[in-house]
Every structure is written in structure tokens, then in C-alpha cells.
């Protein structure tokens, strides 16, 4: 955040990073220009006077060369360079006064307080290499070629116990890989799972290879893996990578996978579908780095309970019926090439334990990640999606559940929703007195759908501008050409068929608002729930932590002002991403926390929601934009209010 | 032996057990009965007269009409039923002073001396059995699958460990098992290695599985495989079976196995073989009990470190260059199946620890079986084969060495030698004024070679009748149509060729028994070399004991005056027939004897003889008969002089 920018006439200074497009820019500061294709230059509305600095253009065919010589030029296709001063067109800007109202919160928080939740970490991984001189073997001492190794290995540590060695594949290749190294090699080791269990000997490498050490650590998500090289002798990152579960051909979230595994073949496809992803992660990242895929020594992953049951071939089916069992919540270690993984035949793949069918390894790895079981402070930790898994407690206890919120928050039964990829509209703002509409698609493209970030930055604006009531219906009194009676109910165009890549409009209906409200609903009832049986409100609430990849996405107040999200300080709020990688990564070099990743899941008790009638209850309140109750909404009350 | 055979005019009385064949029980007496053609009733010589009792008879014809009317009839059909009265007429019966000179000592020895040896052990197996009711899930408490049965298993045991589990096939079926079975699982455990070790779950069974438990010992041998299935519920064996190694068609002994090992899929194929034999065992056992493969919970072999090398995949090829370096002594835990064997997916494949290339698994478990590393008594542990492996010491100390004898007591390299199977002669009289030959074939079929125990035999009584000298080369001045200038050679007929099953005369040549006489040095100089190491003598043994299958079928005087045994006071000596599957077979039964395995093989000291050059000068001395020092052999002596 190197630069300033500087809105006129609404004297708003906002800071913005090298590279920034100037109408995200915009939008974050909450600042309104017309904005209804999205960004790509094609509706020719979001036109701004450049008034100080520079702020280069790609696309400007939509800008006369009479306006281009008086400083104009179209805000979705500005890059930031440099501190700007921007002037915001009568024509273009909105009366602003709808959106000073509130201050809109950045998304991103410093990484200072990101590092507080984390804590310190330590570059001291569960596995180590160490380079040895062996003696070669005489007529006085002709000993096994595992037992020198050994010897060597205890050489100088008096008090160590003898270490294990690992499987035949080590030995196969044991007496060649010594004696064409000349008896110099690198021995990769696991240490003990607990300080007194001895370490164990996992792979043997020609010479000194301790300079090339590397761990991967992995998201296994039901819709996306993401992967992470780390160099384990410094802990950096040194590539990343994500792609789609190839899985999802086979059903879009865990329960129709699950429906698809009990077919004939089905497990099997699927096992191989998530392996090839991980392959395709792996080859990413090792691209990236020149490296081999045998040359990392360590795999570290997690992923829901049901992720992880496919992978390993274990069967699913009882996670689906009541009463909702799992296999194991602790699974089994696995080698990774045994499994198909494209990785060296001695590399060992860990995965983040479960707490329950519906609360998964990915959690506990979040969990882990933000160290919320060592804090004091009482925490509601927060991954939205399909399934809102949320943790309540401190270091003293922890309950978790699942909510089925239902797919709205991934694109899942709304019209035009989808995944947040290229094309997806992301940000929403409303010009409070025209109505009309200022759009930001990912990747500054022309629109094709509506992410899940998307979807609640429309409900919220329509709510707070009054084109929605508190139910998601529709003002039917309004008359205006974007608001109108759909095929099936009401409906407002986001955007005309002219500016999207669909080439037919681009609407949010009632049926999408109503989903949302029930995923939004699911979702608070899951909070209130688990929160009320602790005895406990959100008063009481020290922190709350944002994880998941589309929590990182989330815009707090308009969140907040649909319901979705408590109605607390907003300073108690953080983002924590990826927390689930991120759990991975710190249990992958420090081998202190990864002794530690099986307690937490321990520590963790699981509630089961849909059986609870109380949560039924709060559910059913909480199906009102923000809630039936206002009062749990100070801040939304008075922002209606004025 | 319930029964007493009386042989006239010798007035020599020895024991009978029913079934015996009346020729085997005449040469244990030392009795010699004329039998030129091993005693199918072919040659017609050794008729004798039934004074008292009954002996059924089948192959009569060579007995006239008159003959059987006076009670003649041929010792070689006859069979011992009863108490019996034996007259042998002149014309069979030989002088007999040259074999009553000394008593020949029988082979067997009283089961109770075995017990001592062996020790006491319980039944109490590495693995157990435990029948378990488990709560099923509900919605109040839907733990995993795994984690209800450790929960079933911890119950009612507060201070036990939580146990540890099998890999993924485990974990495959279990939720499948649990459900079929409604709760009601016998589940496999190993014993955690160490008291403080936690248990493992290996396998889980419907229903109540804990009458049918099995375990199988098996001895894997270069030449023979030998199995025994055991009911680890009652330590008994319920069937035993022995077949060839499947790798005998890839080479004799170990060194041409590990040279067809080296050639491209060499490895692989002999592996195969072995896991082949291994399997015929395991068909057969269960077979014969009426069980099926997969109800082996577990398997406990010894074999040499050659074959536990290529049985696991691990090549071989240094144990037979210079300094002899195996990759391991204690083999890497295998799931059986894994390597091919038919048995469940969680069946281990446990091996007795090696101590040296040349020491093995098996000696390990033979020293292991009979508790020498636990007795005060100085003992001399001998495997004779082609390589013959010694031990010596007691519960302070053990020393051990391979030396490599040849292959002469396996049949190889003499002109007729064979393996110890049908028609092989392993005992020989001579008649020493006739110098007729007594000859007894294994399954008393005619002659088609000779075995180790035959060539013992052979040499033992040539040399005491005065046939070969010292040396092992023929009296020249002997005119009997038996002794004759062979094709390279002097050689004696032991069968002429009407009366073989080849149509060829049957001889043993001065070559054959001069590599036998380089065979029996090569132990002898291992024993005196090893002794001289600890400062020792003969008479400092307190006990000898003759490991391994043809250690059984020596005939100790005759061992003793060609020199391949120590002539001390026969009382000292202990038969203990396949000590290596004996071990396995205790192992398997008692977990306390399981958990000592890797000690005892840690507390034995590798020589090697090889390089020793004191070995090769008391080689040099050992290759007379009996010995060029003749005052080592006092009984020897005597005998020569009486």
C-alpha cells in the first residue's frame, strides 16, 4: 500500500498498492462511479479526470481524443503507479451520501496481526537430513550395511535409542546408493512421533544432499487444492500452485460425492481423480522451482473428512447416513506413491486429522494454524462454504459443527451464480439514486455469472438502498427499466446482455435471494447455536476468525449487514485465508507444532446441528435480512435508520 | 518302543517300535544281516528264521515253499508287530565280533532330554484374539468406526495405551465388517514390541472368531522348506508339511543362487520360487486341517540370510564378495502378502535376525530353540550342511562361524550321491570277513544312490574294516570282486546293478570319499579353530548338540571315527533335529521367547574362518580319518588297536 489515491469531489484519500486497478480502488474506498460491464471498457460509464499523477490505460476506445486531452479516461482499464488525484464526474459519480454513510473495511488487514494469531513458528521440521562418512566396510568389521548406517547416525549421540529404518524399498537400494556414493550419503530421517520413540531412517541419498530439502504442504478442498514448495532448511515459500479437485465432474460437494463413490468403480475414480490433481499441483510447483517430484521429502496435507476418505480409498457411505459416521478421524499413514502420488517411494504423506464426518482435517488445520487452542481469548472461527464449519472456545475448550448452508456461497442455485473464476462479478455498489449499478468482475473482464462475494455485495446493497425488504423481496412500487418481473418472479439486471459475455442479461432473482438468506441463516444459526450451548452471546466474543478462501473475499459490512456475519466490533475480526494451508505449511517446518496437529482434533468437540431443534429455531429467525430480531444488529439498525 | 526284538546266536536284545522294519531295527543292534540290494526283497540274502512272535511279511518270493514252513522269511519285508525272536543263520549272519566290538548308539534320544534343552514355554502368543461387543452408533455418540472399537478394546483396562492400527486395508473394510457383524468383531492384535509399547490392531473378524486362531512356522531352507500351522489357542501342531526349495533349478547352494540372482530378473525369479514353495507349504497345512490360507493370522520363519534376502527383494550380491556384507541382519517387518504369499493383507511375515552373511536366521532360531544363550553349559551348537554353521559358548558369551564344508553331505560331488529321499542308502554294514555289504535305502526300495548319512556310513565302516586306509585310498592288496579299478579310480560296489533301481552298479569311489574327508575337516578345524579362540578344548564341552535335518540322521560313532565329530563322552551329545523351524514354532506360541529373538542373534560373534589362517593348517591336519593326531580321537584309537 505504497500510494495514495485521492477521490474529489468527495475528498476521500484512500491507499492503494502498485499495479491496482483504479476502480477496485474505488470500490474499496466506497467510492461509486458507474460501472455496469464490469471493467472491460466496453459500457464506457466509468469515466474519471486524472487531476495529479498517471495512471496508464490499456483500453481507452470508449474516451474521445477531445475528453482524452482534457484528462479522461475510463477507471477499469487505470493501473495505479503512482499517487493520483482523481476527479469523480457528476456524470459518473453517484450523490454519495448512501455510501459514506458507513465506512466500507478494507478486506485486507496488516500482516502483523495475521502473524499474532499465527504466532512463531520455528524452521525445524518433523523430518531432517543428515550427511554422513561412513567407514567402509573391512574383514575386521564387515557388519551390515543398515547396521553401519545406524552406527553412524548414532555416532556421538550416546543416549540416543538405535534408530528404526523403514520398508524393503529402502534396503533394495541400500548397498548400491553407499558404495557408489563412496560411503558418503545424505540419510533422510523421520524423527520420533514423541520425544522418546527413536527417529526412523526413511530414505538414503548419494552424497551431501542437505542443501536441497523440500516439503510440500496441500489443501485438499472438494473444489480446489492448493499446494505450497517450501525449501525446509529456511521455511520459505518457494512456489505455489492451485487447481481444480478433478473430482468435480463427479458432483459439486461432498454428499454427491459420496453418492457417486458407492457406485460400481466409483471410489476408485474418484481416488484417482483427486491424485491426479495433486500430481498436477505437484508438477506446478516443482516446475516452477526446477526441481524433480522425488525431491521432496515430505508431504503434509489437509482436507475434509470425506477429501480425506477418498484418498485413501476408505469408503464414505456412512458419512452420509445417520448417524453420520466416519472411518477414522485420525487417518492413517500413508505413503504417497503407494496411493499414486507422484513422489519418491520412501516419502511419507501426513493428513491433518478430523473431528467429525462434517468437521474436517482442513479445520483442525486452521485451527492449528491460528494457535485458537492455546489463546485465552474466546474465538468463533469461521470457514463459509457449502458446508460453514464453525469452532467456538479458547484454550480451555472448543466445540465445532457443521452447518449445511447449501451451495449459494460457491454459485450453487442462483441463476447466474458461479465460481469465483474469470467473469465472475465479485463487487457490487448501487448508485443510490439512479439505481444503477457498479460492477467489478474478476479479472476487470465483461460479466458471465456472480460469486459467492459477489452475491452478498448485491443482497446487501439492494437491501440498504430499499430495492429489497428484509424478506429479499422485491420493492414492487419502484419502476425502474433494471427492476423488473422475471420469468418466474422478480428480478434486477446487473448487468445487459450488450455488456456480458453471455450475450443475454444478467439478473439477480427472488429465488437466488432467498437462497442466500437461507445459506446466510444456516449459517448465523450455527454460531448462535453452538455459542448458546456454552451459555454464551456474541458479546462475549473476543475474536472472530475469518478462514477459507472465500472468507478472504468477504466484504465485513455488507456481510454484517445481511446477517451472515455477528454484528460485533470490527476490530475483533480477522481474515485468516487459507487457513488450512496454512496449518499444513507450519506443521510441515516446524516439527513442534506437527506433534501437536492430533490434539488439537482431540481438543475439538463435535455438536451434530441437524439434529438439534434448538438450532431449527434459530434458523427459521434468522431468515430475515439481517434477522427477525434487530436488536442483535445495532449497527445495521442505526445505518437503516438514518 | 514298546516292544524287544531278541536276535540269535548274538543274544543281543534292543527295543522296537511297532511299524519298524526288522532289517532297520538289526543294524541299529549292530546285528548284520547279508542285504545287497537296500531290502526290496530282490537279492534274497537276508533271510532270517522267526524263533517267537510274528512279523508280517508282503515280499516272500524269494523264500521256498520248505523255507517258510521252518519260519524263514526275509528281514527286509518284515515288519515288527510285537515281541520277536530272531534266529539269523549262519549263512545271513556274519561273524559279528568286528561289529560288536562297539555298541552302535541309536539316534534317537528320549523326548524328555529334547524338553530340557528346549525349556519350557507357554502359550501365549505375539498376536491374541479378542472377542468384542460394541455399542453401535447413535446420535449422541457417532465416534468413527476405529475409534469405537479402541474404545471397546480399552474398556475395562485404564493404564493400557491407546492402540495403534494397521494401514488403509484395515481401515477399507472395517466399517463393512462392523455393520454385517452388527457389532459383534473378534479383532487381531501384535503385542506392542516392548511391555510399554502400545498394542496394534492387524485385522477385525464378524462374529466370534476365537476358536479358530492359527499361526504357521516355517523354515526356509536352501534346499528344503519345512511348515508347521499351529493352533495358537493350544500350542498344538495340527499339520506339517516339507517341500524342495522351487529355487533348487537356479543352483545348489547359496553362492550360485546369489550368481543367478545378478543376472537381469534373476532376482525377481528366484524370489518368486521361494514365495511359490512357500505357498505350496501353506496349501498343504491348511489343506490338511481344513482351513483356508487366509486363516493364518500370522507367520514366523528363520531361514539363512541368503534366503531371507531374496525372499524380501534384498540383493544379495555382497554377501559373496569379500568382506561377505549382507544389507541386514534384522530383516525389515513384511506384510506376507505383499510379497506374494497367499495369506490376509495383514498377515506379517516375521524373520529371525542373521548374525553375519553366513550365520543365519536359522541359527539364530536354533540357538534360540534349544537356550543356549540362557544356559551355563559350555555348549558346541553344530548345522551340518554345505555350509556348516557353528556355534559355541553360553549365556556369557557366543561365538559362531561358517565354514563352508562343500556340498558332499547334501550328495554332492560323489559319483552316486543324492539327496536323503526314496532309494538313497543312509545306512551301511559290512560284513568284515565277507566284506559283503548290509545296505538300507530310505522307503527300503532298491538302491539309486547315496545320501550324507549313507556316505558316513560307508566311510565309517570301510575304514574300520580296513578297506580304505587313513587317507581314504583302497587296501590295493584286497582281491574282492567288490573293490576294483573303476573308470578314474578304485571304488567299492555297494549294489550291483540287477539289484538297482538305476540298471547300473552303485560304487563310492576314492574321489567321493576324498571330498568327503575335505568336507568332515572343514567342520572339524571350524569346532577346534573356534574353540582355540576362547583358549578351549573338546573337553571343555559340556554339551554338543547336531541342529538340522541330517544332524538327525547321523550315526554318532561312525560321525565320530571318520573324525567329523569330537570324540568325547557320548553322553554330552543332544540330537535336536530342525532347530531352526523349532525356534520359529517356539516364537510363534510365546511372545516372551518372540520379544528375545534379536537378542540372541545380538549376542553371537561372527568369525570369519575364511581368512583365518589357523583354520586352514588344523584343515590341513583334519583331512585324515580320523585325524593325523590320533590322540584327539582316543575311542577311535582303541577301537583300531582292539
Redesign the interface.
Known amino acids: 500500500m505504497e500510494y495514495t489515491v485521492h477521490f474529489l469531489p468527495d475528498n476521500i484519500k484512500v491507499a492503494a498498492a502498485k499495479g491496482e486497478n483504479l476502480l477496485d480502488v474505488a470500490a474499496r474506498a466506497g467510492v461509486y462511479i458507474h460501472a455496469f460491464c464490469g471493467g472491460e471498457g466496453v459500457c464506457g460509464k466509468c469515466k474519471v479526470k486524472i487531476l495529479a499523477g498517471t495512471a496508464p490505460t490499456e483500453k481507452g476506445h470508449k474516451i474521445t481524443a477531445g475528453e482524452r486531452a482534457q484528462g479522461y479516461q475510463l477507471a477499469c482499464s487505470s493501473t495505479i503507479t503512482g499517487d493520483l488525484e482523481v476527479q469523480v464526474p457528476v456524470k459518473t459519480r453517484a450523490d454519495g451520501t448512501a455510501l459514506k454513510r458507513k465506512p466500507k473495511t478494507t478486506r485486507a488487514i496488516p500482516a502483523r496481526s495475521l502473524d499474532s494469531l499465527v504466532g512463531k513458528w520455528d524452521v525445524d521440521p518433523p523430518v531432517e537430513k543428515r550427511f554422513l562418512q561412513l567407514d567402509p566396510?573391512?574383514?575386521e568389521d564387515?557388519?551390515?550395511?543398515?547396521?553401519r548406517l545406524m552406527r553412524a547416525i548414532k555416532k556421538g549421540c550416546y543416549d540416543c535409542e538405535e534408530p528404526t529404518?523403514?520398508?524393503?524399498a529402502l534396503?533394495?537400494e541400500?548397498?548400491?546408493i553407499l558404495?557408489q556414493a563412496d560411503w558418503q550419503v545424505t540419510v533422510i530421517m523421520l524423527r520420533g512421533k514423541r520425544p522418546e520413540e527413536p527417529d526412523r531412517i526413511i530414505a538414503v541419498e548419494a552424497g551431501d544432499t542437505t542443501g536441497e530439502f523440500y516439503g510440500l504442504a496441500l489443501d485438499i478442498g472438494t473444489t480446489t487444492l492448493g499446494g505450497i514448495l517450501l525449501d525446509l532448511n529456511t521455511g520459505k515459500v518457494l512456489a505455489d500452485a492451485s487447481c481444480y479437485n478433478g473430482q468435480i465432474g463427479y458432483g459439486e460437494d461432498v454428499i454427491s460425492r459420496i453418492i457417486y463413490s458407492q457406485r460400481p468403480g466409483g471410489l476408485q475414480a474418484l481416488r484417482e481423480k483427486v491424485v491426479g490433481s495433486i500430481n498436477q499441483i505437484i508438477a506446478s510447483v516443482c516446475g516452477k522451482q526446477g526441481i524433480a517430484a522425488r525431491d521432496i521429502t515430505y508431504i503434509m496435507a489437509a482436507g475434509n473428512t470425506v477429501m480425506a476418505h477418498l484418498l485413501?480409498?476408505?469408503?464414505p457411505?456412512?458419512i452420509r447416513e445417520?448417524?453420520?459416521?466416519?472411518?477414522?478421524?485420525?487417518m492413517?499413514l500413508?505413503r504417497a506413491a503407494a496411493i499414486g502420488i507422484d513422489a519418491h517411494p520412501s516419502v511419507r504423506l501426513f493428513l491433518y486429522p478430523?473431528v467429525?464426518?462434517y468437521v474436517g482435517g482442513d479445520i483442525t488445520s486452521g485451527v492449528h494454524a491460528c494457535q485458537m487452542h492455546k489463546s485465552s481469548e474466546v474465538t468463533l472461527f469461521i470457514d463459509i462454504g457449502t458446508n460453514g464449519e464453525i469452532v467456538v472456545g479458547n484454550s480451555d475448550w472448543m466445540i465445532c459443527a457443521a452447518c449445511s448452508a447449501g451451495p449459494a456461497f460457491e454459485g450453487g442455485g442462483i441463476k447466474y451464480g458461479m465460481r469465483a473464476s474469470a467473469g465472475a462479478i465479485e463487487n457490487f455498489h448501487l448508485d443510490p439514486d439512479t439505481l444503477d449499478p457498479m460492477i467489478i468482475t474478476i479479472g476487470h473482464s465483461k460479466p458471465c455469472g456472480i460469486c459467492g462475494s459477489g452475491l452478498i455485495s448485491i443482497a446487501a446493497e439492494l437491501f440498504d438502498a430499499g430495492v429489497i425488504d428484509q424478506q429479499g423481496k422485491f420493492n414492487r412500487s419502484l419502476n425502474h427499466p433494471r427492476i423488473r418481473e422475471g420469468v418466474d418472479n422478480f428480478e434486477y439486471v446487473l448487468a445487459w446482455a450488450k455488456n456480458t459475455m453471455l450475450g443475454e442479461d444478467i439478473v439477480i432473482t427472488e429465488v437466488d435471494l432467498d437462497n442466500l438468506i437461507r445459506a446466510k441463516g444456516a449459517m448465523f444459526a450455527g454460531y448462535v447455536s453452538l455459542l448458546e450451548t456454552v451459555g454464551m452471546g456474541f458479546t462475549d466474543l473476543e475474536r472472530v476468525i475469518l478462514a477459507g478462501n472465500f472468507g478472504a473475499y468477504i466484504d465485513l459490512e455488507r456481510a454484517i449487514s445481511i446477517g451472515l456475519l455477528p454484528d460485533i466490533d470490527r476490530e475483533r475480526f480477522y481474515y485468516l485465508g487459507n487457513a488450512s494451508l496454512m496449518g499444513a505449511q507450519i506443521s510441515l517446518v516446524d516439527h513442534k507444532r506437527f506433534r501437536e496437529r492430533n490434539q488439537v482434533s482431540s481438543l475439538m468437540t463435535n455438536m451434530?446441528l441437524s439434529?438439534n431443534h434448538k438450532f431449527m429455531s434459530h434458523y427459521m429467525a434468522a431468515l430475515f435480512l439481517p434477522h427477525t430480531n434487530m436488536a442483535l444488529f445495532p449497527s445495521v439498525q442505526r445505518a437503516l435508520t438514518t
Open positions: 566396510p573391512t574383514a564387515n557388519a551390515p550395511d543398515l547396521q529404518y523403514d520398508h524393503p534396503l533394495q541400500l548397498p548400491f558404495r485413501l480409498g476408505l469408503n457411505k456412512f445417520t448417524p453420520y459416521v466416519p472411518i477414522c478421524n485420525q492413517p500413508t478430523s467429525a464426518s451434530e439434529e
